[in-house]
C-alpha cells in the first residue's frame, strides 16, 4: 500500500449554547464550520502485528503516545475486526494547539475513519458509525464530512454545502482551557434556537446576534481571553468576535482577507507573544 496524506481541519464554533445536561454529559447545541489550518495525517500498510502511531510539530509535544484518539479509534477497529487484521503506520503532524476549542484530536480521529470508509479498507452502518465514534469523543461524528453544518441540542446535525468563505483571525495563548473544568462549572442553561436550521443561520448578520455560553466561566477562569476578545473587537471591519468551544482560541470574524490580515498585523503589535493565525472557512 502506497503512502497517503490526510488534511485533518480545524472546527470552529461560530456559536455555542448550552441547554440542559443528562445523566452524564451536557447538552450542547452549536453553529460550527472548519477552516484550512489542519493536521496532517501520513498513512501507511504495514505488514507488522502492531499499528505504528507518532506525532510530530509544534503542538506534539504533551499528546500520550499510549492514549489519545487515534488510538483509541484503532483499538475500537481491531476490536470489531473492521480493519480485518491490517496494521498501519500513522503519523500525525500536530498543526492545531491542544485545548484549544478547534477539536485537533477528535478531528484526527474522524479524518482518519473518514480515509478508511472513503478507500473501503472498512465497511460501517451509520448507525453503528454513530455508536463508535462517541466512544472516542463527542465531537468525533462532527468530522465525518467536514462542513458547515448546525446541531441542535436531540444531536441531530445538519450540514450545508453551499459555501460562504468567513476570514479567520485566531487567537490561542499559551494556556489552554479544560473541557472538563469549564463544563463542570456550568450553572445556567439556554433556550434552544438551533432546532429548525437552515443555510441563513451562516449568514454574518444573523450569526452577529449568537454567543457562545461558555465565555463568562472561561473569561472568569482567565481573564486574559477576555482581554484579547476586547481588543480584537477594537480593530476596524471585525464584524465579531467569539470564543471557539471551551476555548481557549478566540477568533474574530472578517468579509475578506485583505481586512484579516490587517487586523493580524494590528493584534501582533499589541499581543507579540500569543499564537495567531489567519485562516479561512472551507
Not at 93 to 112: F, Y
Not at 165 to 178: N, W
Not at 252 to 267: D, V
Request: charged letters at 25%; one cysteine or more.
Amino acid at each position: 500500500m502506497k503512502q497517503f496524506k490526510i488534511k485533518s481541519h480545524a472546527k470552529i464554533n461560530i456559536a455555542l449554547n448550552v441547554t440542559g445536561k443528562n445523566s452524564k454529559l451536557h447538552n450542547i447545541e452549536s453553529i460550527i464550520t472548519f477552516i484550512n489550518l489542519h493536521d496532517l495525517i501520513i498513512v501507511k500498510q504495514i505488514d507488522q502485528t502492531k499499528h505504528k502511531i507518532s506525532f510530530k510539530g509544534k503542538f506534539s509535544k504533551k499528546i500520550s503516545k499510549k492514549k489519545n484518539t487515534i488510538s483509541a479509534l484503532l483499538m475500537l477497529l481491531d476490536e470489531k475486526n473492521y480493519l480485518n487484521d491490517k496494521k498501519f503506520n500513522i503519523k500525525i503532524i500536530k498543526n492545531i494547539p491542544q485545548q484549544s476549542g478547534m477539536g485537533g484530536g477528535s478531528i484526527n480521529a474522524a479524518s482518519l475513519l473518514n480515509f478508511f470508509i472513503n478507500k473501503k479498507i472498512i465497511k460501517i452502518k451509520e448507525n453503528k458509525l454513530l455508536n463508535l465514534t462517541e466512544k472516542i469523543g463527542s465531537d468525533v461524528i462532527l468530522g465525518i464530512k467536514p462542513t458547515n453544518l448546525i446541531l441542535s441540542h436531540t444531536g441531530k446535525i445538519k450540514r450545508y454545502y453551499k459555501k460562504k468563505i468567513l476570514h479567520t483571525l485566531i487567537v490561542k495563548p499559551s494556556f489552554g482551557c479544560s473541557t472538563k473544568y469549564i463544563f463542570s462549572r456550568v450553572k445556567k442553561f439556554s433556550k434552544p434556537k438551533f432546532d429548525i436550521p437552515n443555510q441563513s443561520m451562516f449568514k454574518i448578520q444573523y450569526l452577529k446576534k449568537l454567543k457562545n455560553d461558555l465565555e463568562e466561566i472561561a473569561f472568569n477562569k482567565y481573564p486574559k481571553l477576555e482581554n484579547i476578545k476586547s481588543f480584537l473587537a477594537t480593530i476596524p471591519n471585525t464584524e465579531f468576535v467569539r470564543m471557539s468551544g471551551s476555548g481557549s482560541s478566540i477568533v474574530a470574524y472578517y468579509q475578506s482577507k485583505r481586512l484579516c490580515e490587517i487586523a493580524y498585523k494590528h493584534f501582533k503589535r499589541k499581543f507579540n507573544n500569543h499564537w495567531c493565525i489567519v485562516s479561512k472557512t472551507i
